[in-house]
């Protein structure tokens, strides 16, 4: 009996990742993607998370909610929850992170296992973005409690809001972390892949206030706020601006996303009256944050020559109102940083090639960063997210299971 305890600790000092109970973690997984918790709704996910960790044996005083929805400009049921255990070894602590909300497409979700996939029946997105990363976190604490094996200090966040606009994360007060000197963050597709760095957006908001007409009797009294608008797409396209824009000083994407009215409106009821009002909301994106405010400016710049080209029968043309700010950061991580290098390791003591990449996408991680928390992210098998095509491969969110596991226990 002692031989086979001393074999078992020998194992899991040794291969820690491969003590991983795929079962329970692929089962928790379905339970969590039916639970409800879309962007800013996060009570119900928080609630199923907490009661798993106790559960597992951790005590209520190391688990809670911060104040970060206090500051967040929107509705936001609670906190960040940050669960903060002791190590068992020395060394120092280490975070590990994810975000506890689905897109708003993901309401209504019915997890359906077929195969080495969880689908949905087509009518909703499924929410592996993230419950993956929820599933992979509280799996850590499982593997590391049930088979007593050694790690340093560890810290678990679980973001709120990061599908509207990363708000969990960039409210965050580090402090509340423990002082952990990196952290790790599961949001994406492969395990191999470490985003180790991502853009800065810069979001932009025009409101075009022209003047009603008949359509029919007196169209020149008029000044078509659509039209306003339509021009000035079109300018920023022909200037390079729109989608992919390359120039000499730097490189990025824009987008429009709202073409609309007041909320809740289009823009224009009828097709005899001269549209008054628009509203148009876009983003720009550049891993510069000076040249995503470049883009931003050239869409103002756009939009002022699309306002003197359409006037009424007076000359009098339509107001413009545009406003631009940065809605997160870009970041950088150098390759032979501490957090890279860890990372690296782990992935690579799986029999996996570590591949880093940059993401055009913005992550809590462009935050956490700023926040003077290095975070390398990783997948657990995110895949068609934000779509009802939306699945989670088995295999790849067993691998991202492990990858925590090996995180965590990787010998300094």
Not at 23 to 51: F, H, K
Request: glycine share 10%; with cysteine.
């Amino acid at each position: 009996m002692l031989s086979n305890f001393t074999d078992r600790t020998c194992l899991a000092m040794s291969q820690p990742a491969s003590l991983l109970d795929v079962a329970a973690a692929e089962a928790r997984l379905m339970r969590y993607l039916a639970v409800e918790g879309v962007t800013g709704r996060e009570a119900a996910i928080a609630a199923v998370v907490i009661e798993d960790l106790k559960s597992l044996g951790v005590p209520a005083e190391a688990i809670r909610f911060d104040d970060a929805n206090e500051r967040i400009p929107l509705p936001t049921e609670t906190g960040n929850l940050i669960v903060t255990l002791p190590g068992t070894t020395g060394g120092e602590r280490i975070a590990f992170s994810t975000h506890l909300d689905t897109v708003p497409l993901c309401s209504g979700a019915k997890p359906i296992r077929e195969g080495d996939r969880i689908r949905t029946d087509g009518s909703t997105a499924l929410g592996g973005d993230n419950r993956t990363g929820c599933t992979v976190l509280v799996t850590l604490v499982e593997t590391l409690l049930k088979h007593n094996i050694p790690h340093p200090p560890l810290t678990l966040l679980f973001t709120v809001r990061e599908e509207s606009g990363l708000h969990g994360a960039r409210e965050l007060n580090t402090a509340d972390l423990g002082g952990a000197a990196m952290c790790f963050n599961f949001d994406g597709k492969l395990a191999a892949d470490l985003v180790i760095g991502a853009v800065a957006q810069e979001g932009w908001q025009a409101e075009i206030i022209g003047k009603a007409a008949h359509a029919g009797v007196a169209p020149e009294k008029g000044i078509s706020s659509t039209l306003v608008g339509a021009i000035a797409l079109t300018e920023a396209k022909r200037g390079g601006w729109f989608g992919k824009v390359t120039k000499p000083e730097g490189y990025g994407t824009s987008n429009i996303g709202v073409f609309g009215g007041k909320p809740g409106q289009p823009a224009g009821e009828a097709t005899n009256v001269v549209t008054d009002y628009v509203r148009m909301v876009g983003e720009a994106r550049s891993p510069e944050a000076s040249f995503a405010a470049t883009i931003s400016a050239a869409y103002r710049a756009a939009f002022e020559t699309a306002r003197q080209e359409v006037a009424d029968a007076d000359g009098a043309t339509a107001e413009v109102k545009f406003t631009s700010k940065p809605s997160y950061p870009s970041f950088k991580l150098p390759e032979d940083s501490a957090v890279v290098a860890r990372a690296k390791r782990a992935v690579a003591s799986l029999g996996l090639t570590p591949n880093t990449k940059f993401s055009n996408g913005g992550l809590d991680a462009n935050w956490l960063v700023n926040h003077d928390m290095p975070t390398v992210t990783f997948g657990a098998g995110q895949y068609e997210i934000h779509t009802v095509k939306e699945y989670v491969d088995l295999p790849e969110f067993a691998q991202g299971c492990r990858l925590a596991i090996a995180l965590a226990t990787l010998a300094d």
